[in-house]
């Protein structure tokens, strides 16, 4: 029998955690935790027999065959360097880095150490998204003509760490963190890149604060458009809630994942498909499985970097639209960027 894959965890926080059980619920062994909060990496790391650190430097030394990237987002990029250098396979939380020179230099390393790397996007995972990719690509919406999609978060729910309000660490507010997965969403269920982006944030990003509200309109290649709203809702008890519709010529469908473990799609139109609700999603696990099984049978895993690359281009062409008021085409923005793409 094949032996276990060893897995390193950086960040023992909530996605930390939640990538260990993942983990371990997949047959792998969590070898070695990190967090800088020594009390945190120990108690993580007490639950799965694995060795607790400080480091990632120190973890590496553990042999890991792979390091699940679950820091704060300023700090994703170091830790994935270190890793691809020892040729340590990476799953790395979105956004996978915060600018797109640190993205083409950690794709370039990447590439030159043969290492595999996969970014967090979860919600490709979500048993909606594949029921809804799969209606999609058989073409039983017909055209899509438009997408709107909204995501109301609780800044003040159970989980919003301080550094998710810290631009040098976060690299943005809700776009950064919580619209991204919408885009990454949008692209891989449109099959299509955006082309263009306008838009706007509260506080401007030229505050220096990080925007708990961002409007955006996306045009994507294949001629769809898209709008979308992300707010951090100061209300207590407001639920943090995605929700998005895309109008097809045929079909409609219309999707809620408030929480992963409680998701509906509906389809509306002529002969439309029944709805579909589910309660018992393990989209981690999901993911996990499809990083693992791209590591034993040594093939590259979606979504990749270079996909990470084109949501993380679309935050930050939001947040230059934002500062000069103008649209931003994304052909130009990329070839503008500092870095150059492996
Ligand atoms: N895929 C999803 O659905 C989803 C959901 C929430 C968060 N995330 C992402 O997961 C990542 C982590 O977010 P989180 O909510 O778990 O944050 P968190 O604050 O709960 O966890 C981060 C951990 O990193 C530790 N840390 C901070 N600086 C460190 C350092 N220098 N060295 C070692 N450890 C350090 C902190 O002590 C903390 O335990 C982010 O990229 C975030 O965007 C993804």
Not at 204 to 209: K, V
Not at 213 to 237: E, Y
Not at 261 to 276: C, M, N
């Amino acid at each position: 029998m094949p032996k276990p894959p060893r897995i390193a965890i950086a960040g023992a926080g909530l996605m930390g955690r939640a990538h260990a059980a993942a983990f371990q619920a997949c047959g792998a062994e969590v070898v070695a935790v990190v967090d800088r909060d020594r009390d945190r990496a120990r108690a993580l790391a007490a639950t799965c027999g694995a060795a607790a650190r400080t480091t990632v430097e120190e973890a590496l030394r553990e042999e890991p065959d792979a390091l699940s990237i679950c820091l704060p987002h300023s700090l994703h990029f170091d830790a994935a360097m270190a890793a691809a250098a020892q040729g340590v396979a990476l799953l790395i939380e979105k956004p996978h880095c915060t600018s797109l020179a640190e993205s083409r230099a950690l794709r370039g390393a990447c590439d030159r150490h043969g290492v595999l790397a996969m970014a967090g996007f979860t919600h490709r995972f979500l048993a909606t998204s594949r029921r809804l990719k799969a209606s999609l690509a058989a073409g039983d919406l017909g055209t899509v003509d438009l997408v709107v999609d909204r995501l109301v978060a609780n800044a003040l729910g159970d989980h919003a760490p301080a550094w998710y309000r810290d631009r040098a660490l976060a690299g943005g507010g809700i776009a950064m963190i919580g619209m991204i997965h919408a885009i990454d969403r949008l692209q891989w269920l449109l099959d299509s890149p955006v082309t263009d982006v306008l838009a706007r944030t509260r506080p401007p990003a030229a505050s220096g604060a990080v925007e708990d509200t961002a409007l955006a309109i996306l045009c994507f290649a294949n001629g769809a458009q898209a709008a979308l709203v992300a707010h951090r809702s100061p209300v207590p008890g407001h639920e943090r809630a995605h929700r998005y519709e895309v109008l097809g010529r045929r079909l409609n469908a219309s999707v809620s994942i408030g929480s992963f473990d409680r998701q509906e799609l509906e389809f509306v139109g002529p002969g439309a498909p029944a709805r579909l609700e589910v309660t018992d999603d393990q989209p981690f696990v999901t993911e996990v499985r499809e990083f693992l099984a791209a590591l034993a049978e040594g093939r590259p895993a979606q979504p990749d970097l270079a996909q990470a690359e084109l949501a993380l281009a679309v935050v930050l062409a939001l947040y230059e639209a934002e500062r000069t008021r103008r649209p931003v085409n994304l052909r130009e923005f990329l070839a503008a960027a500092p870095g150059t793409p492996p």
